[in-house]
């Protein structure tokens, strides 16, 4: 086996890991965790060099361990690392190109470390550019685990108990078109969902509150994988201007090509909405950490105004900027988009067709390698299929495949895979899939917890009130 030296048995690792590692920090299928030793593209190995099918790590976009990646970033780190305080090539460069995928106003960048630090740096861009407060944000959002996050992400603060929601906070709803407050039957689904948008800042307003920013990723992920329906944003944006606000769009968990036909998600919104503020995280250094927030010159300068400066120890570094460079590289180079787009459409074939025989597959939505399967109890009331889809999951570990149940009901399969994931790799996660749910049916019909448990669900601690808790997965 290639590379690996065992430190400790994997039960050791575990007993020292719930001893000096912080509680709060969950493990994926903490009945039976993953001791994962190395991996390659879009597969990763346990220290048994058992390997398993990865369709969950957007982080290692271009593959995990590329060969260039690794290049890259030791070459840079045998000649330089150090703060952006100094002129470094790596940086400006890094810049442009990274600018020149966006559109033209959005040509000013600031680096930081993650995706937490990129909202956060957002927020205060876009305090001190509008001189207001308030946040807009949609219900089941998470931008990240920092003070400033947390009260902005429903999907975090709704579990805190009543009080949780700051008043500067605003929560508009989710644009779910299939489960959300306007569905597939609403004629203009984007229009209803912006002009609540809209009564939500005259409501605000009249209590005297005003909206520094409405912030949204551009595809909610641990939302359920939502696609906001079309001209949503658009209108949205114009709405929240004309109170004094500005738009970010979050783009930790979609950006950098994942939905194919764009480089970025909010661009399929149309060429008439650009966002004043993008966020960049996750997929940007293919799992070293670097992040970016993008925005105007305009915002940048009131910014300035401030007269306090930004300095960042570790954003921007020269070893950041080569390995996002050689990020992008791969990406053209390896037609990653392209292979986004095709796969991805054979992806949802795939699972269209196992729609046609499992009543359990409510709606399957999907752009490019960002592809969600959500699973009911019945068609007809939507009913979310909790504990099922965590028996799923439980089940594909089983068959070496790594997937992730998501949403405010943890019912979504979530597909996020690296940008290298190919059609055999989908034809294999979809025959697992298939598999697994003919074994649910024949153990019985799929509405109660205990046919599950007879399908091993004990181990799985399947009370649904905790498997909300166990199946959070940024
Ligand atoms: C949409 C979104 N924004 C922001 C973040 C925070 O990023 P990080 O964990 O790098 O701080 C996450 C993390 O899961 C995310 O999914």
């Not at 699973?375 to 009331?381: G, N, P, T």
Request: net charge neutral; aromatic share 8%; glycine share 6%.
């Amino acid at each position: 086996m290639s590379g690996y030296v065992q430190v400790y048995e994997k039960s050791e690792t575990l007993r020292l890991r719930e001893k000096h590692v912080g509680p709060s920090c969950k493990l994926f299928f903490s009945s039976d965790p993953l001791k994962i030793v190395r991996a390659q593209g879009q597969y990763m190995y346990n220290e048994k060099d058992e390997r398993y099918l990865d369709c969950i790590n957007n982080v290692a976009h271009v593959g995990h361990c590329h060969p260039d990646v690794v290049q890259a970033a030791h070459k840079q780190m045998l000649l330089l690392n150090t703060n952006s305080r100094f002129l470094h090539d790596h940086m400006v460069c890094y810049a442009k190109r990274l600018t020149d995928t966006l559109p033209e106003k959005l040509s000013v960048c600031y680096f930081v470390n993650s995706g937490s630090e990129a909202n956060d740096l957002a927020l205060r861009l876009a305090r001190q550019h509008t001189g207001h407060e308030d946040v807009i944000t949609l219900d089941h959002a998470y931008h990240g685990h920092v003070t400033s996050l947390i009260d902005i992400s429903p999907y975090k603060f709704n579990r805190m108990g009543p009080d949780a929601k700051k008043e500067w906070v605003h929560v508009a709803s989710s644009p779910d078109t299939y489960r959300g407050k306007y569905r597939e039957d609403t004629a203009d689904p984007g229009t209803a969902y912006a002009n609540d948008v809209k009564e939500m800042l005259e409501q605000a307003h009249k209590k005297g509150r005003k909206i520094a920013a409405f912030v949204a990723e551009s595809m909610q992920s641990c939302g359920g994988q939502i696609i906001p329906p079309p001209g949503y944003f658009k209108q949205v944006a114009d709405h929240v201007r004309r109170a004094g606000g500005i738009f970010i769009a979050d783009e930790v968990q979609v950006g950098f090509g994942r939905v194919g036909s764009h480089f970025w998600a909010f661009q399929l919104q149309g060429e008439d909405f650009v966002p004043d503020i993008v966020t960049m995280g996750k997929p940007i250094g293919n799992g070293h950490p670097i992040s970016c927030v993008v925005t105007t010159r305009e915002v940048a300068d009131s910014f300035r105004a401030s007269g306090v400066e930004y300095f960042n120890t570790f954003g921007g570094n020269p070893v950041s900027c080569a390995i996002a460079l050689s990020v992008l590289d791969i990406i053209e180079k390896e037609n990653m988009r392209e292979n986004a787009v095709s796969t991805g459409r054979y992806l949802v074939e795939l699972l269209n067709e196992l729609k046609t025989r499992h009543e359990i597959i409510g709606d399957i939505r999907g752009q490019g390698l960002f592809v969600g399967v959500d699973l009911v109890k019945d068609r007809k009331s939507r009913a979310a299929a909790t504990a099922e889809a965590e028996h799923i999951i439980y089940r594909l570990k089983e068959e070496h495949v790594l997937l992730s149940a998501d949403g405010p009901y943890s019912n979504v399969l979530k597909f996020k895979p690296p940008m290298c994931f190919n059609r055999d790799d989908a034809k294999f996660a979809v025959n697992k899939i298939d598999q697994i749910l003919m074994e649910i049916t024949q153990a019985g019909k799929v509405t109660t917890l205990k046919a599950l448990k007879n399908l091993k669900m004990d181990s799985h601690q399947a009370q649904e009130s905790k498997l909300i808790h166990e199946n959070e997965s940024h």
